[in-house]
């Protein structure tokens, strides 16, 4: 957790979800985030079973401009920051969309950081999600 609280304090950017604030309190712990109202893209890309469930789908100018969205929050991270964030799990379920259906990056865990001068990153361990 405190590897992803100091990732996040070093990341402002519209694309990113906004970090609040945090706790650590003996053995609790807590980071609190901006509240995004529309949840996660994948709610909006895959289709539930349940007839009874309204899922509105994207139409595809929506959908471009989310893809433009997350692709300027993963150039930020990349270029822009102070130090660079490299994020290793980015999916549907990790992009989350707020009132005006705007894409934030959320989900830090398993995210890298590297200065600026690092042009090539060696990892030793798989990250991400199987299947991504």
């Known amino acids: 957790m405190e590897r992803t609280l100091l990732m996040r304090l070093r990341a402002y950017y519209v694309n990113v979800v906004t970090l609040l604030g945090y706790c650590f309190e003996g053995r609790k712990k807590a980071l609190v985030y901006e509240f995004v109202p529309n949840g996660s893209l994948e709610k909006f890309i895959y289709t539930d079973s349940n007839p009874l469930k309204t899922t509105p789908h994207l139409e595809s100018e929506r959908l471009f401009q989310i ?9 930020y991270l990349h270029r822009e920051c102070n130090t660079r964030m490299l994020h290793f799990d980015i999916k549907l379920h990790n992009i989350l969309l707020d009132e005006n259906f705007f894409p934030k990056i ?23 999600t199987k299947g991504i």
């Open 67 to 75: 893809s433009i969205g997350i692709a300027q929050g993963l150039e």
């Open 106 to 128: 959320s989900d830090f865990g398993l995210s890298k950081l590297c200065t600026m001068k690092e042009s090539i990153i060696s990892m030793l361990d798989a990250r991400g």
